[in-house]
């Protein structure tokens, strides 16, 4: 994956990109090309915080790349194979990543993300016919269902956890771009069937960067869904050739680990 923007943050977003958090935070964009064509992961890192406790509502993310299998065997990085050719990992934090032992293909080798649902049914109506996306697959016995916007991108897999979904600390949600005038259709749809509106629309700002609309939804699992305008939202994550350093000036700065070990203290559980 490659760095394609590094941001730094003096105060938490007011649409709690980074949870809710007041403090200063980042956010690195990473991905295998840019993000208006491939599938994007935000990682968003909130000084002062040492750890989050995950819940069942983020169930990984699958990939077909045999380089990254490669790879974690060349570095030791523990692999446990659940199906014939498919691999499961996890990134620092217990994240989880399922690796397809195939060639990395040209398109975006991000196949689904996976979010566990507690009544899938109830789910899919939402995400199919509220938000419009096409059902692609459906597993009766594994409870599962996949679904996404068009066939050659990153889909989305919701599968029945057998209880209630618990999101932790971590606080993650999905981003969709789509037209501008769109977003107020959205807000329009969402007030009219009575779900839930964690953002209204809204302008948000970074500095130095395209100003962008957005709009941040909860399905019925509470998972968090956010629409942004996507004229601004090009100009705003075109790939940043210093990404990489941002991030690495950012890293050699932040003396927050030895800071905390000096005074014989820990950074705070979230």
Same mark, same amino acid.
């Given at each position: ?41 935000? @990682? ?5 915080? *040492?750890?989050?406790?995950? %819940?069942?509502? $983020?169930?990984? =993310? ?49 196949i689904k993300v996976t979010l566990g649902v507690s009544d899938l049914q109830k789910s899919v109506n939402y995400w199919s016919n509220l938000l419009g996306m096409k059902i692609y697959e459906k597993d009766e016995e594994k409870q599962k ?10 889909? @989305? ?5 057998? *209880?209630?979904?618990?999101? %932790?600390?971590? $606080?993650?949600? =999905? ?96």
């Amino acid at each position: 994956l490659q760095v394609l923007r590094h941001e730094e943050f003096d105060e938490g977003c007011k649409a709690a990109c980074n949870g809710p958090y007041d403090g200063k935070w980042s956010k690195t964009m990473v991905g295998y090309g840019p993000e208006d064509s491939h599938f994007v992961a935000e @990682l968003t890192y909130n000084y002062g915080i *040492g750890d989050y406790r995950l %819940g069942n509502d $983020f169930l990984g =993310i699958t990939l077909v790349s045999s380089q990254a299998v490669s790879n974690a065997r060349r570095l030791g990085w523990p692999l446990s194979k659940v199906a014939s050719g498919i691999f499961e990992t996890e990134a620092p934090g217990g994240y989880k990543f399922y690796l397809e032992d195939k060639e990395q293909p040209k398109q975006d080798p991000v196949i689904k993300v996976t979010l566990g649902v507690s009544d899938l049914q109830k789910s899919v109506n939402y995400w199919s016919n509220l938000l419009g996306m096409k059902i692609y697959e459906k597993d009766e016995e594994k409870q599962k269902v996949l679904l996404g916007y068009a066939d050659n991108q990153c889909k @989305l897999e919701l599968k029945q956890v057998g *209880g209630a979904v618990d999101h %932790g600390t971590a $606080f993650g949600r =999905i981003a969709f771009s789509c037209a501008k005038e769109e977003l107020p259709n959205i807000e329009a749809l969402m007030k009219k069937e009575n779900q839930k509106i964690l953002t209204p629309l809204v302008s948000l700002d970074t500095p130095g960067k395209a100003t962008v609309q957005v709009i941040i939804l909860a399905d019925p699992d509470g998972h968090e869904i956010c629409f942004v305008g996507d004229e601004a939202f090009r100009d705003l994550s075109k790939v940043d050739p210093n990404g990489d350093k941002l991030l690495d000036d950012a890293m050699a700065a932040d003396n927050s680990d030895k800071w905390f070990a000096e005074k014989n203290m820990k950074k705070a559980s979230a």
